[in-house]
């Protein structure tokens, strides 16, 4: 954040601890001497909580987000300043490029999120879906709209309602390629299982939430989605090394509906709707 090419007395950096371990002292006091920067702690109590209590604390006329396992472009602030002067109104979203290109599971899963948000992108109507790791809204309009649901605890889903709530204010939303965030998501087997499994729990809430109440069944995509996400892979990984990716594709989506379908068995069975830890 630091090398960011923007005024200091026009930027102000948030960082929410979300339960994890406290910061020595002389790194907070350090950091501060190369940007403006404030750090708030809570409880562990996920990012659509965490990043409520960011924009609670921002006194600027704008919220842009991303998150610790992400690196901004030195030119992030100045593109979404010049895209916010044409429509000051809107939800601008960039682009996030896989930063570990050697990590297939990294890879994988920063495919299929980038290719469901060009997929939105595609669409006639105005919808959208970003990811909040690179989006920026007016903060007046962040508040209207209630801030992130913090009934979704996980990092799954929360960004999709946000999103989805704010196209039912009426707000547009706008792509911006130039606004572009590097991601470092180091996974293995195991995390790369769990963080799709939680997605599907996370789309269970979401679609509980917004739609037909009655319906519990897996919202089964038609066959030209997963065509299309096949073709997606092809085009966004090295050709000698998207063959490789494919199981690792196919493990995705079965963890989503495992995990969809292990919270619509707690709702059958216990009758709640909130996502637990």
């Not at 087997?189 to 939680?198: A, I, V």
Request: aromatic letters at 14%; charged letters at 20%.
């Amino acid at each position: 954040m630091a090398r960011l090419n923007y005024p200091d007395d026009k930027l102000e950096v948030i960082v929410v601890n979300d339960g994890g371990s406290d910061l020595p002292e002389s790194l907070i006091q350090q950091t501060r001497k190369n940007i403006p920067i404030s750090l708030h702690s809570q409880e562990k109590s996920g990012p659509a909580t965490a990043r409520n209590v960011g924009a609670r604390h921002a006194m600027g006329e704008y919220l842009a987000f991303t998150d610790d396992d992400c690196a901004p472009d030195s030119e992030w602030l100045r593109c979404l300043a010049s895209r916010f002067a044409s429509a000051p109104r809107s939800m601008v979203g960039g682009m996030t490029i896989n930063g570990l290109e050697q990590n297939p599971f990294a890879t994988v899963s920063q495919i299929i999120v980038s290719y469901l948000c060009a997929e939105t992108i595609q669409r006639p109507e105005p919808m959208r879906f970003f990811a909040s790791n690179n989006f920026a809204v007016l903060k007046n309009l962040f508040d209207k709209t209630g801030g992130f649901d913090e009934t979704f605890p996980l990092a799954a889903s929360e960004d999709r309602d946000f999103c989805y709530r704010w196209w039912q204010n009426g707000y547009r939303m706008y792509y911006a390629p130039e606004v572009v965030v590097f991601h470092f998501h180091a996974l293995h087997s195991l995390t790369f299982f769990r963080q799709h499994f939680n997605y599907g729990r996370g789309a269970f809430q979401f679609f509980r939430k917004h739609f037909n109440s009655q319906k519990r069944t897996f919202p089964v995509k038609p066959l030209p989605f997963y065509l299309n996400l096949l073709r997606y892979l092809f085009s966004r990984s090295k050709n000698r090394m998207a063959p490789f990716l494919i199981p690792l594709l196919a493990v995705s989506q079965l963890a989503t509906f495992a995990g969809y379908m292990q919270q619509h068995y707690q709702f059958t069975v216990h009758g709640s709707q909130t996502l637990k830890r």
